[in-house]
């Protein structure tokens, strides 16, 4: 719903626009429906009388997404494979594939926006900004830090200034078919999953018990691999009392296959314990920022900016954060902010404790 309307709006604003629907792999095990994704595609382009391309990138989806997010569940990382569905294949092969056939632009649905700096003197070039979008319960900027300033130079968002009730009015003012579309969720492109299901196919587990913070055993999980720091659901606690506290985990160990879960309201300090990370792959959207900078980031999809420190040390970019932190996994994305503009972001590689580190 939210791609038709963008180009539909692009078409009334007097743009020569084309339809392109992306056909990526999916699993011989899970039902696919994009055949019908397709066609309801090819009818959103017939009736705005746009042409319209399919093309093939599935062996580029499994190579960069699938094959990458596997081999991090495998090394009991947590992956984020739709910040890698954007880099490499929408705003990677897509966009060069578009770029070559001479299109200035490609357009997608993402809730974003990107602020052109207009050069001041002639011999400087044009600088480009990642915002987020103005429908903050929508915003989509942590899954577009790896974008740089050549891509952004060729990009549009143009739902990326309104609110998604706005976008759906919209769509059906248009009177198009993916008016009453419910919104896209789970995996990029794939959709919503059994993610144990589908690692189960790739990746051998079996079951483990579940510790308090004294080591003690209280219950049993289906594979330490399954499990994120911070996961509250999902967890088979056996040992329980009337008054079952609310038990999230804070650490797993692959080699002995155990998870550690603690009580977030009576073990708060042992959930809230993250104090600094290390992060790898660091990328800047703009020029590197002077260091240390002050600055805010978020650790996970949605939450609420954390004031933090970014500075450079031997082992690469470490964030100090100014308040202890909760549920930090190794292989999420931490992503910097400046207000509402985007810095970029990396790969969280290492998480330090208050107590460990020394």
């Avoid at 769509?171 to 078919?177: C, T």
């Avoid at 919104?183 to 308090?212: E, R």
């Avoid at 977030?264 to 792959?281: A, C, F, H, L, P």
């Avoid at 954390?306 to 992503?335: M, P, R």
Wanted: glycine share 8%; proline share 3%; with cysteine.
């Amino acid at each position: 719903m939210d791609s038709s309307v963008a180009l539909a709006l692009l078409e009334k604003e007097g743009y020569d626009v084309t339809g392109v629907f992306l056909k990526v792999w999916s699993p011989d095990f899970l039902p696919c429906d994009w055949k019908e994704e397709r066609r309801s595609a090819m009818r959103v382009c017939a009736l705005l009388g746009v042409p319209f391309l399919t093309f093939d990138f599935e062996k580029e989806y499994k190579k960069d997404v699938v094959d990458y997010m596997i081999r991090e569940y495998s090394r009991g990382r947590v992956p984020n494979p739709d910040v890698f569905c954007n880099k490499y294949v929408k705003f990677g092969v897509f966009l060069k594939k578009m770029r070559a056939l001479g299109a200035d632009y490609i357009a997608t649905g993402h809730y974003a926006r990107i602020h052109t700096n207009i050069r001041m003197n002639t011999n400087d070039t044009n600088s480009y900004e990642l915002r987020e979008s103005a429908d903050k319960e929508k915003d989509q900027s942590y899954f577009l830090y790896t974008l740089n300033q050549e891509q952004l130079k060729h990009i549009l968002f143009p739902v990326g200034g309104m609110a998604k009730t706005e976008v759906r009015k919209l769509a059906r003012k248009f009177g198009l078919p993916t008016a009453e579309k419910k919104d896209s969720q789970g995996l990029c492109f794939i959709g919503k999953i059994d993610l144990k299901n589908f690692l189960a196919h790739f990746i051998k587990t079996k079951s483990g018990n579940v510790l308090n913070i004294k080591g003690e055993v209280v219950g049993t999980h289906d594979g330490a691999i399954f499990y994120t720091i911070g996961q509250r659901h999902g967890i088979n606690i056996t040992k329980k009392t009337k008054n079952d506290p609310r038990f999230f985990v804070i650490s797993k160990d692959l080699k002995k296959n155990t998870i550690t879960v603690a009580d977030k309201e009576s073990e708060i300090n042992e959930v809230y314990s993250t104090k600094e990370i290390v992060v790898i792959d660091m990328h800047f959207i703009g020029e590197e920022p002077k260091l240390p900078l002050k600055t805010t980031v978020r650790i996970r999809y949605r939450q609420v900016v954390q004031d933090s420190t970014l500075c450079k040390e031997v082992d690469g970019y470490h964030i100090v954060f100014d308040n202890l932190q909760s549920g930090v996994a190794v292989g999420q994305s931490a992503v910097l902010y400046d207000g509402y503009i985007c810095l970029g972001g990396g790969i969280i590689e290492k998480v330090i404790n208050k107590v460990n580190k020394k």
